[in-house]
């Protein structure tokens, strides 16, 4: 039964930005968001603000909140010995409703959804106002992808979730996770019309803003979710024909400074410190979350990190099984104590040269209380760090879709019985290996797709997790004294909500 929700916590007045200053801001500022009701509504420049005033609420995503998104895969585990308790109890499958991470991925990303909705409302007027209808609708567009992205990331998290489609929060309801991607599925099919037929990056307007390729990747994602694995090659086939992606050619420099906006990205949270030694950064994230507590870099006054995100061991021997050295070095960092865990196992008593605590870019990890290992796909070689930026991480942009997932999720897709729509399996998986340095493959099978999307894109937005939960797999899962079982595979509501929303309860 379909139940309205009264959400106290989620007054929120209409917030969009008024300024036609801010229309000529690059879409890695952060602006100031104004509610007066004294606008313009003829201004197309208006209305780019409005725009702008959505991706600014997009991007503005907590430390706390992606990490925890992240944590519950095998590929990765949580730094111990630290504060954050109920952060590495998470990792575990014991989860405490009480715990503040949950409360902040809900709470703030649902006001983030509301912000966009509104947003959705306010360009309305600009539309009656006389503002070119077409723009209009393709900018309308590119706030329902944002939305979708954020309803779809929540969905995963907690399964039967609010479904968010008016400011009006007498009328917000209660949805299943496959009432959640049905929605976006076909939130998707009506904005891509409207969205630009190019890359990110080729954007003139708003540099690696939405195009109609982010729409078909988050309708490929939630159509995988449902297992409607012929929507998910038709989406993603649309893509790979497209000719407009490529895989950007130096995996290890991809998540660092030169792979900002690369060809690979179809969607990715953009953060600068403008070049500048001072003041303050444009909506930067803090990488420190993911660093290493300990490390000597070669520029001596660069920051160390928290060391709360860990590479596990089980995805480092996976890796080592199959000699793969480019995206080992570049998503693992190791410690000398890593190195002698490994070496532990027989099966890894000598290791490759290459398996080094010093980075290719002459940074050494050192041992840690927290963690053995450290997330490379969140670090930034201190000599990447703007001169006189000592912070961890600064400056680095935070992928969230890029090409190599389409690809996999095309092979998956095919290899699970979809009609090919743009190759075989076997052609898209080959390109994803051969940047990695490894041979060819003649055909493939699901498993060995499953196996290419661990190594390639472990540690990245919980796709490992979810990608298991969607199969069932609770014996992956089970690592290192873990128990995985279907009926965790949602987080709780936050109490926090509970107390707050009463469909919850029910």
Not at 82 to 93: C, L, M, P, R, W
Not at 245 to 261: A, Q, R, S, V
Not at 350 to 377: E, H, M, Y
Not at 421 to 436: E, H, I
């Amino acid at each position: 039964m379909k139940r309205s929700i009264y959400i106290k916590t989620f007054l929120l007045t209409a917030i969009f930005a008024l300024s036609s200053s801010s229309c000529d801001r690059k879409l890695d500022e952060k602006m100031e968001l104004d509610s007066s009701s004294s606008f313009d509504y003829t201004s197309s420049e208006g209305a780019k603000g409005a725009l702008v005033g959505a991706y600014s609420s997009f991007q503005d995503m907590g430390w706390e909140q992606i990490p925890l998104i992240s944590v519950l895969g095998d590929d990765v585990n949580a730094g111990g010995a630290g504060d954050q308790a109920a952060f590495g109890d998470t990792d575990k499958f014991v989860y405490d409703n009480n715990y503040w991470m949950y409360n902040s991925l809900w709470a703030v990303w649902y006001q983030h959804i509301l912000q966009i909705t509104t947003q959705i409302n306010q360009l309305e007027k600009f539309k009656e106002g006389g503002v070119n209808p077409a723009l209009i609708s393709q900018y309308q567009a590119e706030c329902k992808v944002m939305s979708a992205f954020l309803h779809l990331e929540i969905s995963r998290m907690w399964g039967k979730v609010i479904l968010v489609e008016t400011p009006d929060q007498t009328q917000l309801k209660l949805k299943t996770k496959e009432e959640i991607m049905q929605w976006i599925s076909s939130q998707m099919d009506a904005a891509i019309p409207n969205l630009p037929d190019m890359r990110p990056n080729q954007r003139t307007d708003i540099r690696g803003g939405i195009t109609k390729y982010t729409a078909l990747a988050i309708k490929a994602m939630a159509n995988l979710e449902l297992k409607n694995y012929q929507a998910v090659a038709d989406a993603t086939g649309t893509i790979i024909n497209s000719g407009k992606f490529t895989l950007y050619n130096d995996y290890y420099e991809l998540f660092k400074t030169p792979g900002k906006l690369a060809d690979e990205n179809l969607l990715e949270v953009q953060y600068s410190d403008l070049g500048v030694a001072s003041g303050g950064n444009s909506m930067n994230h803090l990488w420190a979350f993911y660093g290493p507590t300990s490390w000597t870099p070669s520029v001596s006054s660069a920051t160390a990190g928290w060391g709360f995100y860990e590479p596990s061991l089980k995805y480092i021997k996976f890796m080592l099984n199959r000699n793969e050295q480019k995206r080992l070095v570049t998503n693992v960092l190791f410690t000398p104590d890593g190195i002698t865990k490994i070496k532990q196992d027989p099966n890894f008593a000598t290791l490759p040269s290459w398996v080094s605590n010093v980075t290719p870019d002459n940074d050494q990890i050192n041992n840690s209380v927290r963690a053995l290992f450290f997330s490379g796909k969140h670090y930034l070689p201190s000599n990447q760090l703007t001169p006189g930026r000592t912070d961890y991480g600064s400056n680095k942009n935070y992928i969230i879709t890029r090409y190599a997932e389409i690809l996999l999720m095309y092979a998956e897709a095919v290899a699970r019985g979809a009609n090919p729509t743009a190759g075989t399996a076997a052609s898209a998986v080959n390109l994803v290996r051969q940047r990695a340095g490894l041979s060819t493959l003649s055909s493939v099978t699901a498993d060995q797709v499953m196996d290419e999307k661990y190594a390639e894109l472990g540690m990245e937005w919980g796709i490992r997790y979810f990608d298991m939960v969607r199969l069932g797999n609770t014996a992956a899962l089970s690592y290192d004294g873990r128990t995985f079982t279907m009926d965790k595979q949602f987080l709780p509501y936050p109490l926090a909500q509970v107390d707050k929303i009463n469909a919850l309860n029910k």
